[in-house]
């Protein structure tokens, strides 16, 4: 694999185990309330999945340009970056709502 091949893999790598901890951190600032009121998974799994994914993402991350084996990691990355996209699409929109910044801040009536 050349220089240029390994830099896109790396950036690539980076920017799938950047998403991936976004989540996790997503996950754990949302409220209890919201992921119990979908009905699914609760927070405490949510993060679980996430975390591990997180871990699998840094895993992936590529170790050095000589020392080869970046295949297998890409391959856990392309594993890993499925719950985080899951929870960006499908689950991080329903929770918005129940977000504690959603609420408006300050004085609401008029005169």
């Known amino acids: 694999m050349g220089f240029l091949q390994w830099f896109v893999m790396a950036a690539l790598a980076l920017v799938v185990f950047v998403v991936q901890v976004v989540a996790l951190i997503d996950a ?4 209890d309330k919201g992921f119990r009121a979908q009905g699914g998974l609760p927070k405490v799994g949510w993060l679980a999945i996430l975390g591990v994914a997180a871990a699998l993402g840094f895993l992936g991350l590529p170790q050095g340009w000589l020392q080869g084996g970046f295949m297998f990691g890409s391959f856990l990355n392309i594993i890993a970056v499925a719950p985080a996209i899951i ?3 499908s689950l991080r929109p329903r929770l918005l709502p129940y977000s504690s910044r959603n609420r408006p801040r300050g004085p609401q009536g008029g005169w």
Do not use: K, L, T
């Not at 754990?28 to 409220?31: D, Q």
């Open 28 to 31: 754990a600032r949302r409220p």
């Open 87 to 89: 929870y960006w699409v």
